[in-house]
């Protein structure tokens, strides 16, 4: 009896054999290790040359040196759990978790909320996470702008931060967020309670929510629901982005979302995800919901009921649009006075930021893609390539890989390189689709009898166990180089970690410190009693803190910079 027939006939005798009993599971296991430690090689490769200057120093660190041991990590997870052989206790799971998301999703803010503080640190590590940040705190505070004195505006928001992440007017002093607002408007109520980093794992637990409503839509299954959620949750890529301040996890969350209400096109429904997608488009470059949300609107448009259907999403779509997009960008060129030379995110003509690729952006984005393998659950990729073939007749699992397509498509003609990021941040708007078209692979399809994948408990079973060893060691693994990195990051200032908030005026030499500008953290209207600044020149440092910081002295000096504090009484 062949070992696909065994499968789906399970019997006493069956139960006691090793999970290499079914072919699918060894060629899963096979194909996943072979790719994984062919990435190897090359990070390998990589680490073994002189640096060429093609790609930004963080990026080309995160790659050749997390990635290169996170990719050991995964072979031998996916190579262990071959030795797994409990068929029904990897079922009763599966269903237990498509029975209670509720619960799942409670316990996976929970393990996220303490992921923030441990690992985290609470802290916004790069600009992409601290821009947003910031104009949060001034939301908060009741203002639309920081504001700063206008002859140290360079002082608090370096040069370079404001050709990439800032408005800034050198008349006023004020100061906004490049990025549209939506995020940083999500942000707001938990930054004026003094918990913003309670967001993303709060939109981490409702994307598992949606997720899982997705896989039930999808496939009428609580134990495909139950291996999406699972596949999620064994993912470092979805823990990392989850205890950070990145917006990828909203962009997730909002993709999900406006794909559920899509599935049922009703008018309250098209204007909920005009809605939902408006704030997608928002929250802060539009790319990410374009790509995701054509495929969708293609298909709800090419209807008999296309003028009203259309007129529902713009109803929902234009509020926010106007307000949030159109007016922010007004806000801006209204704020915005560069200083003489320095050229600003407004002033970059579309030509910068879109072309055809290049040898340099196919090699950037190889690298993003390898990411997407590295930093998920073993298997899971070539899950949902086969889910997508199996179910490639059938919607919403044909429009599902079609937003991953041209997400992962689009970004190949989007000239920029993401530099910091936790996976290939680029593609998490679209990454909820890679669990569900993995859940497809087992999940029955309808009027195929029989159907040997759906009836392989070894290979499911050999799932499971990569799912479950990837939760406790790879999203551990990853988690300690993330608390690592930015505890490294975070000790290049010259003031020893862990002092309290004392007042001080830090000042940063950027000959010692990798990234200083992303040090650079202060409050818009400039509360906080830490001052963060790069060093001008030791007589420039000293006329700014006698002007800004009057009877503050140098209270420490090394490698790192120095120290003003007011001068002991």
Not at 322 to 341: D, Q, S
Not at 355 to 380: E, H, M, N, Q
Not at 429 to 441: D, E, H, K, Q, V
Not at 501 to 512: A, L
Request: proline letters at 8%; a positive charge.
């Amino acid at each position: 009896m062949s070992a696909d027939l065994r499968a789906m006939n399970p019997s006493a005798a069956d139960a006691r054999l090793p999970i290499l009993a079914s072919r699918r599971a060894l060629a899963l296991g096979g194909v996943s290790i072979a790719v994984t430690l062919l990435l190897f090689v090359w990070v390998q490769e990589l680490r073994a040359s002189e640096p060429d200057g093609r790609l930004t120093a963080v990026f080309r660190f995160m790659f050749a040196y997390h990635d290169y041991y996170g990719a050991l990590v995964l072979a031998v997870l996916t190579a262990l759990a071959i030795f797994f052989n409990q068929r029904a206790a990897a079922l009763a799971l599966l269903r237990w978790l498509g029975e209670h998301p509720r619960a799942v999703a409670a316990l996976t803010t929970l393990a996220l909320l303490v992921g923030t503080w441990v690992v985290y640190q609470r802290y916004p590590l790069s600009m992409d996470e601290y821009a947003p940040y910031f104009q949060s705190k001034a939301f908060a505070a009741f203002h639309l702008t920081g504001q700063m004195p206008a002859a140290n505006v360079d002082w608090f928001i370096p040069p370079g931060d404001q050709r990439l992440f800032f408005y800034v007017s050198h008349q006023t002093g004020e100061a906004i967020s490049f990025y549209w607002p939506s995020f940083a408007l999500l942000l707001t109520p938990f930054m004026w309670l003094g918990i913003p980093w309670a967001l993303n794992p709060i939109l981490s637990g409702l994307t598992l929510l949606v997720l899982h409503r997705l896989a039930i839509r999808m496939f009428a299954s609580s134990e495909a629901a139950g291996l999406a959620v699972l596949l999620t949750l064994a993912s470092p890529v979805f823990f990392a982005d989850g205890i950070s301040f990145y917006s990828m996890t909203a962009h997730m969350l909002a993709s999900g979302l406006f794909t559920l209400l899509l599935l049922d096109p009703t008018p309250r429904r098209l204007i909920g995800a005009g809605l939902v997608g408006s704030v997608a488009l928002t929250l802060h470059n539009p790319v990410p919901h374009v790509l995701w949300s054509l495929p969708w609107l293609l298909w709800v448009l090419i209807h008999r009921d296309f003028l009203r259907r259309s007129a529902y999403l713009a109803i929902g779509y234009l509020p926010f649009c106007i307000g949030l997009g159109l007016g922010w960008y007004l806000l801006g060129k209204a704020v915005l006075v560069p200083a003489p030379g320095i050229p600003s995110p407004a002033d970059t003509p579309f030509s910068d930021y879109f072309g055809l690729p290049t040898d340099w952006l196919v090699y950037v984005r190889a690298i993003g893609f390898s990411k997407i393998w590295l930093w998920a659950t073993p298997l899971l990729l070539l899950l949902a390539g086969v889910g997508t073939w199996r179910w490639r007749r059938e919607n919403p699992v044909r429009l599902l890989a079609w937003s991953a397509f041209l997400t992962a498509f689009g970004y190949m003609f989007l000239w920029v390189e993401q530099g910091h990021g936790w996976g290939f941040r680029y593609f998490h708007s679209a990454w909820i689709a890679l669990p569900l078209l993995a859940a497809g692979a087992f999940a029955p399809v309808p009027a195929r009898t029989p159907d040997a994948w759906a009836g392989d408990t070894h290979a499911r079973a050999y799932v499971v166990a990569c799912a479950l060893l990837s939760l406790v060691f790879a999203v551990g693994f990853r988690g300690w180089q993330i608390q690592e990195f930015i505890a490294a990051h975070r000790s290049h200032t010259p003031q020893p970690a862990g002092t309290p908030d004392s007042p001080r005026v830090e000042i940063y030499d950027p000959s010692h410190v990798l990234y200083v500008t992303d040090l650079v953290q202060n409050d818009p209207l400039l509360r906080d009693p830490v001052i963060r600044v790069i060093s001008h020149g030791p007589r420039a440092n000293e006329a700014f803190v006698h002007a800004f910081r009057p009877g503050y002295v140098r209270t420490r000096n090394n490698m790192f910079g120095e120290v003003w504090e007011p001068v002991p009484r």
